[in-house]
């Protein structure tokens, strides 16, 4: 069994900054790629970032040069520092992540709970 559990949600001026985490907990052999999505009302579930156990980092555009995606391999937890945020970065943001565990050898994708990114203008 496998859980994510995201921290560092909350409510926050437009132009301010929040620090996103998540960590991987359970019967982990490895993390390999780790990620946040994000949520609007009415809108699909898309990607934010991404980051490979090697370091190879994406961005979804819109948030290209504000936001920053880090990883820590040893506490199989991942970041996601938001800044200069806008009304349109609300949503709720999910973890994602390919574990494999101890007992399956094979990468399975898991989801956290998500948490919730209000920006008001």
């Known amino acids: 069994q496998v859980r994510l559990a995201e921290s560092g949600g909350g409510l926050v001026q437009a132009g301010g900054s929040l620090r996103l985490s998540c960590a991987a907990s359970g019967n982990i052999f490895s993390v390999d790629t780790m990620g946040w999505y994000r949520q609007a009302p009415g809108k699909q579930r898309s990607l934010v970032a991404s980051i490979t156990s090697g370091g190879v980092i994406n961005y979804a555009d819109s948030v290209k040069g504000r936001f920053t995606i880090s990883r820590d391999n040893a506490k199989n937890t991942v970041y996601l520092q938001m800044n200069s945020l806008k009304p349109e970065d609300t949503a709720v943001y999910y973890c994602?992540?390919?574990?494999?565990?101890?007992?399956?050898?094979?990468?399975?994708?898991?989801w956290g709970r998500g948490t919730q990114v209000t920006v008001s203008s």
């Open positions: 994602n992540a390919d574990v494999m565990t101890v007992v399956l050898h094979t990468p399975l994708n898991y």
